[in-house]
């Protein structure tokens, strides 16, 4: 079966996005297809590389990453809902003249359309978190 996930919550905001993370792995260890993780409203702040969260708590930055690296499990956050946020990769940094980039390796920006393909491509479509 298809997946793709959609996640609305911050890493730090509550169990959704820590949630996800752990859905998505459960995916891909019993053979599923993960399509697309689309981080969208607060989400996006998953696809940070300037997190750092204490020893205490989970690495969901690393977590992400090491799907991408394993499973080459496509991580798309949401361009319009980084800027707003301050999520923003090397290119949109320099285009909106801003001094530095934090979007994570192997995270890229990208628009509602690659949502809309992951819904047509997929045989089920996961929520993950509040609306933004």
């Known amino acids: 079966m298809i997946f793709s996930l959609v996640?609305?919550?911050?890493?730090?905001?509550?169990?959704?996005?820590?949630?996800?993370?752990?859905?998505?792995?459960?995916?891909?260890?019993?053979g599923h297809r993960l399509y697309r993780v689309f981080f969208y409203g607060d989400g996006v702040h998953s696809?940070?590389?300037l997190a750092a969260p204490p020893q205490d708590e989970q690495d969901l930055l690393g977590q992400w990453q090491a799907?991408?690296?394993?499973?080459?499990?496509?991580?798309?956050?949401?361009?319009?809902?980084?800027?707003?946020?301050?999520?923003?990769?090397?290119?949109?940094?320099?285009?909106?003249?801003?001094?530095?980039a934090n979007l994570a390796e192997g995270f890229e920006l990208g628009g509602l359309g690659q949502l809309a393909d992951a819904t047509a491509h997929s045989d089920r479509i996961v929520t993950f978190g509040g609306s933004a």
Do not use: K, M
């Not at 949630?19 to 998505?24: I, L, S």
């Not at 090397?90 to 001094?99: T, Y």
């Open 7 to 30: 996640v609305y919550s911050a890493p730090h905001a509550g169990e959704s996005a820590a949630t996800a993370v752990r859905f998505a792995r459960a995916l891909v260890d019993q």
């Open 47 to 49: 696809g940070s590389a």
């Open 67 to 100: 799907l991408y690296r394993e499973h080459g499990v496509d991580l798309v956050v949401c361009i319009a809902a980084a800027q707003r946020r301050g999520v923003l990769s090397q290119s949109e940094a320099q285009r909106l003249e801003r001094p530095a």
